[in-house]
């Protein structure tokens, strides 16, 4: 078996909470909990958060992979620095096993790289929807966590990859254009995926406080203007702020894992307190599977 594929081997710390699969006997395979990581605007964050919110559930000793879902611009494999083999592509082309496309990356959590080339599936074809599904069905069971990190926007490949996730994280900045976005992408989720609910974490904010007050003016737009199918207004959670950081930056272009090489920076201290409240608040697993726990 591929090693990215095993079990990770990073012990929890003392007082970690247990893998959500934990309490599944292992003859049954547990389903991991699948979160989309996506954004109205782009470049507001979603990668970063994606990879080094990976490593942070992994120190938590959880088992996590991290799908590049973003097909057409993907980007992962920069920021992480890995030269893959076999991607994605590959793996969509029939040239190469879904198994050989999973690899490690620093930080202990596993990735599925979508590579270069992939721009022909940016459409949502057929294909492009079987392939998926059979990668995330293959791959679910082997991890307690899988991280979408998507695409921007409400595109039919972002949409339909956020519809496999059984959690939505959107991925805001305090921005006025960021919001205006990530509000049309809420609404979309409300209204075509019928979800109840979507959490948010606002990045690269200026002050402590600022993503809850933000959190709360967007969820009072929604109380407004968005209603779900049963007729209540859509949920807007807040589940944590990452300040606006120059370390972050730093990391991304020296090729490096913010959680590795800076742990004790500000912006890495969010992101373990963001994983603390992702642990506590979304990891709890649903019976019925992928895009149903949406109340
Ligand atoms: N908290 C932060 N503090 C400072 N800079 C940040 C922070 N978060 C992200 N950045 C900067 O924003 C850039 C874009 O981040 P990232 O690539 O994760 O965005 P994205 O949402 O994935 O973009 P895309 O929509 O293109 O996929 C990073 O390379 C980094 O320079
Ligand atoms: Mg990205």
Redesign the pocket.
Known sequence: MNDALSPNPTTPPAGAAAPASASVPSTTPANARIIAIT?G???????????NLAAALTRRGHRVLVLDA?LG?A?LDV?LNLHPKVTLHDVFTGKAQLEDAVIKAPGGFSVLLAGSGMVEYSRLTPEVRNEFLNVIHTLAPRFDVVLL?????ISDVVLFSVSLAHEVLI?A?PEPTSLTDAYAAIKVLATQQKRQHVRMVV???ARPGDGRAITGQLQQVLDRFVTTDTGRPMRLIHVGD????????DA??RRQLLMLQMPGCP?AL?VAQLANKVESTMLTPSPEGPGANRS
Do not use: E, H, Y
């Open positions: 954004s605007k782009g470049g507001v964050g979603k990668t970063f958060v994606s990879a973003d611009l980007n920021v990190d998507t695409g921007a926007g991925v900045t990045n690269q904010a990452i300040p606006a950081d120059t370390s972050v930056r991304v272009m912006a969010a």
